[in-house]
């Protein structure tokens, strides 16, 4: 099934470093959602992306729609040890006539105090 | 507002057994679906319903049946359980809400069932 290359698939950071996260799309979509999921948890959403080259924040969070359509990035800034989980993107084309999203595999996030 | 509920938290199967996953959401949303989350695999779409009354197959939708109660909730059943089927497996449920120049939707997901089939 269709999936989204998320990259990369694991990263170990120090605290207080930013970290950068992407995930790219063989097709267009119309929205990008962002999650974070913690261990034994359901996926929280973060951030939702509607325009392409919409730039959206959530506190240390920032994402971007990319003008392509066809990719997202996910920024977090100072990283603290609370960010550690797996980061998944999420695509959806509304003019698909479907409801369907595609996810990415995720990111990994480790955070070394 | 509890959001998206699951029951229940962990269920050990052997094979063969039956089983009815029960999934709620108090947010008055159209759309609910389920997904199954494999290590290395992401999140993969089993079935999903668009609104009351109307459902249909996701990616692997083999084994599993889907009933769509009514607007909150949605419930997933195993009728013969294998050991592939061996999964986390969570609800979701979105919205859409239509504003000028399109609708932006936005989905929520409930904590997981964690399910072993022996």
């Known amino acids: 099934g269709q999936q989204l290359n998320q990259s990369p698939q694991s990263m170990f950071i120090q605290e207080g470093e930013d970290v950068s996260m992407n995930c790219t799309s063989s097709s267009i979509f119309n929205t990008w959602l962002w999650y974070k999921q913690d261990p034994g948890e359901g996926p929280v959403l973060l951030i939702a992306l509607y325009k392409a080259g919409e730039l959206t924040s959530n506190g240390r969070l920032t994402a971007q729609f990319g003008i392509t359509r066809k990719d997202s990035f996910l920024n977090i800034s100072a990283s603290i040890p609370s960010d550690v989980g797996i980061y998944f993107c999420?695509?959806?084309?509304?003019?698909?006539?479907?409801?369907?999203?595609?996810f990415g595999t995720g990111t990994r996030l480790k955070v070394l105090a | 507002n509890a959001g998206v509920t699951q029951t229940p938290k962990f269920q050990v199967l052997k094979t063969g057994q039956s089983m009815t996953l029960q999934c709620a959401q108090d947010?008055?949303?159209?759309?609910m679906y389920w997904y199954r989350q494999d290590p290395g695999m992401g999140l993969r779409l089993i079935y999903y319903s668009a609104s009351e009354g109307t459902t249909d197959k996701g990616e692997v939708p083999n084994g599993y049946n889907v009933s769509r109660l009514n607007k909150r909730e949605f419930s997933l059943r195993l009728e013969s359980a294998a050991p592939s089927q061996t999964s986390v497996y969570f609800c979701?449920?979105?919205?859409?809400?239509?504003?000028?120049?399109?609708?932006?939707?936005?989905?929520?997901f409930g904590p997981g069932t964690r399910l072993l089939v022996l």
């Open positions: 999420a695509g959806h084309d509304r003019t698909s006539g479907t409801y369907k999203y595609i």
């Open positions: 947010m008055n949303h159209n759309s």
């Open positions: 979701a449920s979105s919205e859409e809400v239509f504003v000028a120049g399109g609708g932006l939707e936005t989905q929520y």
